[in-house]
Antibody, heavy 121, light 106 residues
Framework: EVQLVESGGGLQQPGGSLRLSCGAS????????LNWVRQAPGQGLQWVSS??????YYADSVKGRFTISRDNSKSVVYLQINSLRADDTAIYYC????????????????WGPGTMVTVSS | DIQMTQSPSSLSASVGDRVTITCRAS??????VAWYQQKPGKVPKLLIY???TLQSGVPSRFSGRGSGTDFTLTISNVQPEDIATYFC?????????FGPGTKLNI
């Protein structure tokens, strides 16, 4: 079964840092691009970042503060979040791109259950 | 950046109705559109990709059309379990923007 499971969320103060992890199983991880998508409470979906086999992409709102990376040997994708702000409060979902060509330009066919990040003093 | 708009923002339907949700891209994006369904308190689920291709396991009452800038998601014979918010997404180029969502009430 193809599965993604996020971890690392929690309560952090403004200006703090968190590292989110997403463990994958059930597919040939190194061949697929992965995404992070977030959803603030009661709001819609916001694409945050993507990683292909070798390239990274970011939403303007997180560029310079967030860093996406992957460890193909462990089948894990990470999202390092620095300089946390209140508007980063959201559920963070890890998603897998449907097509295994390594490119980010595909629909997300598998979503993890999400991990909640709360930024508050 | 490509902006995605959706209309209506919410709609009410009766069981058995046919409903259509529209998604418009600010620039042409070919058929690089996906539709997702998010039921209350649940994780989003892929319904349609490439504007019109039904994801495996999705009921055939869901269908998608469009290319370029204008896209539609149609649910024929609406069922009670279709209560959800529906999002379109551009995946033609980064940022991979989502529409604001359309909430379907029964």
């Amino acid at each position: 079964e193809v599965q993604l499971v996020e971890s690392g969320g929690g309560l952090q103060q403004p200006g703090g840092s968190l590292r989110l992890s997403c463990g994958a199983s059930g597919f040939n991880f190194k061949n697929y691009a992965l995404n992070w998508v977030r959803q603030a409470p009661g709001q819609g979906l916001q694409w945050v970042s993507s990683i292909s086999r070798g390239d990274t992409y970011y939403a303007d709102s997180v560029k310079g503060r967030f860093t996406i990376s992957r460890d193909n040997s462990k089948s894990v994708v990470y999202l390092q979040i620095n300089s946390l702000r209140a508007d980063d409060t959201a559920i963070y979902y890890c998603t897998k791109v449907r097509v295994g060509d390594g490119y980010i330009y595909g629909a997300s066919d598998v979503w993890g259950p999400g991990t909640m990040v709360t930024v508050s003093s | 950046d490509i902006q995605m708009t959706q209309s209506p923002s919410s709609l009410s339907a009766s069981v058995g109705d046919r409903v259509t949700i529209t998604c418009r891209a600010s620039q042409g994006i070919g058929n690089y559109v996906a539709w997702y369904q998010q039921k209350p308190g649940k994780v989003p689920k892929l319904l349609i990709y490439s504007a019109s291709t039904l994801q495996s396991g999705v009921p055939s009452r869901f269908s998608g059309r469009g290319s370029g800038t204008d896209f539609t998601l149609t649910i024929s014979n609406v069922q009670p379990e279709d209560i959800a918010t529906y999002f379109c997404q551009n995946y033609n180029r980064a940022p991979l923007t989502f529409g604001p969502g359309t909430k379907l009430n029964i």
